[in-house]
């Protein structure tokens, strides 16, 4: 059974579209992330739901809209996408917020041409 | 399905010891590994790697060991610090692609 899940596992996509990724978590956890990777491997955290309500919202073009319809989904809209958004993309979740065991997604890579 | 497992939440250990780290993994295509560092309200930070063709890699005070036929991580940490409390999450990729994490394990370095 898979804990943590994202679609889709690959996206390329031209400058300029607007694009959504999903999670899902069957782990019942309250909190859930999106982690951007940046070439050199570092995962910096975009934004935390705990419970459908925002709690961590980092420095994050806005662009980036996070959507959380259910406590087990968060999904990542991007619009006007632009090459700097390239990257690998990681939804997470944890059981409730501030605890730091947490469960990965397998990752989305997404491409801007 | 967790193709990447760290069975321990949690080590504690007195500053100035060893902390080991361990890390399972089932799928044999991973050919690249890596060590994440947490701490917390941070987003994971990248610490130290080994590719499938080595068997050990050391920096510092870490050193990352791979048995491949156990498909088995660990990482070292001497001598541990308390700075070096966090949680540390074990990867592994294919091609650097399809990067999969543990659920991490929380180390507690005791002054």
């Known amino acids: 059974d898979t804990a943590v899940s994202q679609t889709p596992k690959y996206l390329v996509t031209q400058m300029g579209n607007d694009k959504s990724i999903k999670c899902e978590q069957n782990l019942g956890h309250d909190t859930m992330y999106w982690y951007k990777q940046d070439s050199k491997k570092f995962l910096k955290i975009m934004f935390s739901y705990n419970n459908k309500e925002l709690i961590i919202n980092e420095t994050v073009p806005n662009r980036f809209s996070p959507k959380s319809p259910d406590k087990a989904h968060l999904n990542l809209h991007i619009n006007s996408l632009e090459l700097g958004d390239s990257a690998v993309y990681f939804c997470a979740s944890s059981q409730e917020a501030g605890q730091e065991t947490q469960y990965f997604g397998p990752g989305t890579r997404l491409l801007v041409l | 399905d967790q193709q990447v497992k760290q069975n321990s939440p949690s080590l504690s250990v007195q500053e100035g010891r060893i902390s080991i780290l361990n890390c399972d993994y089932t799928n044999s295509m991973f050919d690249y590994f890596l060590w994440y560092k947490k701490y917390p309200a941070e987003g994971p930070t990248f610490l130290i790697s080994?590719?499938?063709?080595?068997d050990k890699n050391e920096d510092g005070r870490f050193t990352v060991f791979l048995n491949k036929s156990a498909k088995h991580l660990s990482l070292h940490i001497v001598p541990s610090q308390p700075g070096d409390s966090a949680v540390y999450f074990c990867a592994a990729s294919v091609n650097n692609n399809d990067m999969r994490f543990g659920a991490g394990t929380r180390l507690t370095v005791k002054p």
């Open positions: 080994i590719s499938s063709i080595k």
